[in-house]
């Protein structure tokens, strides 16, 4: 069993930057592919970014892949999420997830989820 916690979520004005953490209990963190997810009120959870395993290849939403930046350290058992001039759109609970296959962006292929962090953009 992995368990992973977000942290890192608050309030933001537009154009700020916010780094998400996530970490993961547990020896299986380096056979996982990691992704962010997040779900707005009122819409369905949508992919925001993966990760290999190894780290070498990442994978983004088109609405994020020339704003955010998915990395992980696998000595900490951590996978983050830089996102850069963000916006209100953006507006979102931000979950980790990990799943034994390769990269992906399908929600429902995810073995493992965190409780999410909240990220609100306003000015």
């Known amino acids: 069993q992995v368990h992973l916690i977000e942290s890192g979520g608050g309030l933001v004005q537009p154009g700020d930057s916010l780094r998400l953490s996530c970490v993961a209990s547990?020896?299986?963190?380096?056979?996982?592919?990691m992704g962010w997810f997040r779900q707005a009120p009122g819409k369905e959870r949508e992919f925001v970014a993966a990760?290999?395993?190894?780290?070498?290849?990442?994978y983004y939403g088109d609405d994020v892949k020339d704003r955010f930046t998915i990395s992980r350290d696998h000595d900490k058992n951590t996978v983050y999420l830089q996102m850069n001039s963000l916006q209100v759109a953006n507006t979102a609970v931000y979950y980790c997830?990990?799943?034994?296959?390769?990269?992906?962006?399908?929600?429902?292929?995810?073995?493992?989820w965190g409780r999410g962090a909240l990220v609100p953009v306003s000015s």
């Open positions: 997830a990990g799943r034994y296959q390769g990269i992906g962006h399908v929600a429902d292929s995810y073995n493992y």
């Open positions: 547990g020896r299986a963190f380096y056979h996982l592919s």
């Open positions: 990760i290999t395993m190894s780290g070498a290849s990442t």
